[in-house]
């Protein structure tokens, strides 16, 4: 499976109490090569998991690898900031947007639906998502 992982997929990976931790794991058993994601990411999962180590360790492991430097798409970040403004995305957003216009095969794995049916990559594309079952 080609995707890039959100925040939200680490963190229902790593908790056993968290809603989504059945739909996580049934997804992860079928990761045959690492799910792409960034820095921002990450930071945000070990913030919400107390746990810079955990994190790490799905790098260490190849569950994740990072795959985006945020220094190289400054100017198409600021633009995206600025579309989804009245949004308010967070940097792990904006990140993801642009891994998606970039790796565009890619699915994205997020419980954040909401938001990522909002979000456009080049400016009009949907993002393919894989999501929690809704209602879970």
Known sequence: MKAIADTGFIVAFARLNDQHHSWALNLAKGITEPLLTCEAVLAEAAFHLGSSSYVLSLVEDEMLRVAFDCSRHIPQ????ARRYADHKPDMADLCIIRMSELNPRHMVITVDES?????????????????PPRGN
């Open 77 to 80: 970040l600021l633009d995206l």
């Open 115 to 131: 938001d990522f049916r909002v979000y456009r990559r080049n400016k009009r594309e949907t993002i393919p998502l894989i999501c």
